[in-house]
DNA sequence: CGTGAGCCCTCACGTCGCGTCAGGGTCAAG
DNA sequence: CTTGACCCTGACGCGACGTGAGGGCTCACG
């Protein structure tokens, strides 16, 4: 016989409810889709031993199935919650049956609530069992979620333009391009970019970008970013100034050119200004050209981003 | 030495790209939080054996922290999704280390979008290698990312109005209200209601409405829920008839008493007369208060919905 | 009254996407 | 030549269940 004793079944299989504090993170679960379809008779009321009902304060109880159905999970996730300790039903029958009352339902629901949030079921039996200390926690899931959101916004919308670049039929894979195109050439600036300031905007735009584009257009980029380079070498020999409208005009299609690769605004091409000047790697790609092009370049930039109003010293990239 | 051959690594260790289609599901993970801090010498450029820029093929490659690091991923995960096959970094250093091109970091990055959207790592690797046929995954994906999207939204939704209502600091806990309040009542109606029509949201409400209403707010809207009753079986016992104006305003009085758990319609009326007429549980606790109150009841409602134009006959619960 | 369908029970092991050591090599700087 | 910040490969752990296996309870039907 399995009929484990209705009373006493106090001995813990395991977590008992401890402390918890914070964390972070992201992303959607899947899970196992609890079929909505109906059943047959659920014990709604009258059928195990009880009297149909009454006073009895088991009345109108659910076995597990049917409170499972009810919250829309699974009968093993209210096992688990069970065996946790988060969501115990208050009953049990003489044969060792689960009976869910309305207000463990009530409860089935709340963690349900919160477990569609992600909050982890050990938080969550805290925060259902501590009315106060629980509104930090949830301020916090609600900002999580919040920022959780707008980047899911934001990757929608990348999505949706990748999908658009395919219905347009234009698009090579990435190894196409790569093979046309070899490797030494641009993303590691960008690499070292998203290194140095992480901007998942930027990446997210170079990711799209770098997928939608044709290996021709790829080429043409690659080849004005060379051209650019050349040029600035060039007036630099011939001594332009930075703050000169020659420069300006130049600063201008570098920063173009870097739009290839994703948006840049002046304040941004600042900070690309920088980085050049202080990473040796892309420093000397660029005095490769011609000796102490790297800080030229960074006065242009900066000269041209306060022609357009922007105080290069106090420059952030966002 | 460890050095592992740098062709043929092929020798998988875990699974192949096997095929998968469709699922279901919720929710908002937490993963482990990135320090997005800067590192040192990350070695953008020239420091590991090859010469620190040139037509070399591993130039402007990073090691697994960088690329972690330019991802916003843990180098654990790098390592992982390597030994899965899902992102296998295009090199290897003489002794070993990966080193990731601009074009694995794009994969990375791409992975990422997808695994923030929840889908299974062997999807995404479906997703991302699917020569053709792409096309219609990515729109599969796009739907997902929408819908989830929709789901996300509501959570917030829901969040706030959780939060705002724990601010107003208004709240006892469900084993408070218990305490207060018997357990032979409402919920189990809006159990059954779930149970035959499953209205999530609906749901959402009542268990904000529980999580929102103090004690002494419950007890009013139960005490109403049984005058209610009680007052339907005196008219009943009157021989009020379905459909004069005394039955319809009890049958308005009655919806809004439906009112304090979720907002009622009067087709979601409707349904529920005839969840009450069809549950032998839910007719047992009308009739009890007088014989055939379950029917009459129903034919209360159904009346009072036509007199707000709408047809019982065709009504249904959205 | 037996039988079978459809519930329910408790182990107990499997899965996914990593986290977290442990034990050991590598590399540039001091 | 050490130090410290990297890197490597196992290998085990974890959360939140999924998925049986092996068996008990109840009801409806025959």
């Not at 900070?271 to 420093?283: H, I, Q, T």
């Not at 011609?290 to 306060?306: E, F, S, Y």
Request: with cysteine; hydrophobic share 40%; net charge negative.
């Amino acid at each position: 016989m399995t009929v484990p004793l209705p009373r006493d079944r106090g001995t813990r299989r395991e977590v008992d409810p401890p402390k918890v504090d914070l964390a972070t993170a992201t992303s959607i679960s899947r899970r196992k889709e609890v079929p909505t379809t109906g059943r047959l008779g659920d014990m709604a009321s009258g059928s195990l031993p009880s009297r149909p009902d009454a006073g009895d304060p088991d009345a109108g109880a659910l076995t597990v199935g049917a409170a499972a159905r009810a919250a829309g999970v699974t009968v093993r996730t209210l096992h688990h919650w069970d065996s946790v300790g988060l969501v115990r039903p208050s009953g049990r029958t003489t044969s060792g049956y689960r009976l869910y009352t309305p207000w463990d339902l009530a409860r089935v629901h709340r963690v349900v609530l919160y477990r569609d949030l992600d909050v982890p079921l050990e938080e969550i039996g805290a925060l259902l069992d501590a009315p106060e200390g629980a509104d930090a926690s949830l301020r916090r899931q609600r900002d999580l979620v919040r920022e959780r959101l707008h980047r899911l916004e934001r990757a929608a919308g990348a999505l949706d333009r990748l999908v658009e670049a395919r219905e347009r039929g234009i698009l090579l894979s990435a190894e196409e391009q790569v093979a046309l195109f070899g490797e030494s050439w641009q993303p590691s600036s960008a690499v070292g970019a998203r290194e140095r300031w992480g901007h998942t905007d930027q990446w997210a735009q170079y990711a799209e970008r770098a997928a939608s584009r044709t290996a021709a257009e790829w080429q043409a980029a690659a080849a004005e970013s060379d051209a650019v380079v050349t040029a600035l070498a060039d007036a630099m020999g011939r001594g332009v100034r930075p703050g000169s409208d020659a420069a300006d005009a130049l600063a201008e299609r570098h920063r173009a050119s870097l739009g290839a690769y994703f948006d840049v605004t002046h304040a941004m091409h600042v900070c690309v200004g920088r980085m050049y000047a202080e990473d040796p790697g892309f420093a000397e790609h660029h005095d490769a050209r011609r000796p102490g092009l790297t800080a030229w370049l960074r006065d242009v930039i900066d000269a041209n981003a306060r022609a357009h109003g922007v105080d290069p010293e106090t420059a952030t990239w966002e």
